[in-house]
Every structure is written in C-alpha cells, then in structure tokens.
Nanobody, 115 residues
C-alpha cells in the first residue's frame, strides 16, 4: 500500500515562507494529477493547488502568485512552496495523488502563520 508522508509544516511569521514536501513510499504509476489541499476546523477541505501529469498547474485565487506546486519524479515527491504567508493560510495541509484507479492522501501537516 502506497503511503504519502508530508513534512515541512510549522510555525512561521506573517510574510515568511515554508516548503511542504509529500514523499511517496514507492513509485506511483499512471498519475493524472497531484494536489495540495488545506483544512481548518469546522470548514470543508479546500483545494489549494494542482499539478497535472502534463505539467499544467492551477491555484486557488487566495494563493495565486504566492504558492508554487512542483514535483520531483526521481524522488517520488511533490512540493508546495509557500511565500508571503498570511495568518489566513493557517491550516492542516494535505497532499493528494490521483491515478486512473485510486487516490492517495497524506496524513496532513500543520501550518501556523502567526506573530
């Protein structure tokens, strides 16, 4: 069973940066999309960024120009570079990888933006 392990979360001041990583325990075949979501207590999980197998990216309006999703195929890892962080970016961030047959989720990593 493939596992996704996220890392890189933590406490950062407003205006700061973090890079989240999501490493798969093994190579995943037939990926058609990779994504990062976030969730705060009492709210639905929100799609933050997507990266298709063809290399197209899409971002939530709230993070455009500040966040960048990327991947390293050799390391079976997807990243989320977060710059100019704001308090409203505080959430648990989850990575998601979708194949033609099944989807995988990480366990989540907490990001807190506070002074």
């Amino acid at each position: 069973q493939v596992q996704l392990v996220e890392s890189g979360g933590g406490l950062v001041q407003p205006g700061g940066s973090l890079r989240l990583s999501c490493a798969a325990s093994e190579s995943i075949h037939n990926i058609y999309a990779m994504a990062w979501y976030r969730q705060t207590p009492g709210k639905q999980r929100e799609l933050v960024a997507t990266l298709t197998s063809g290399g197209s990216t899409n971002y939530a309006d709230s993070v455009k120009g500040r966040f960048t999703i990327s991947r390293d195929n050799a390391k079976n890892t997807v990243y989320l570079q977060m710059n100019s962080l704001k308090p409203e970016d505080t959430a648990v961030y989850y990575c998601n990888i979708e194949t033609i047959r099944v989807g995988y989720w990480g366990q989540g990593t907490q990001v807190t933006v506070s002074s």
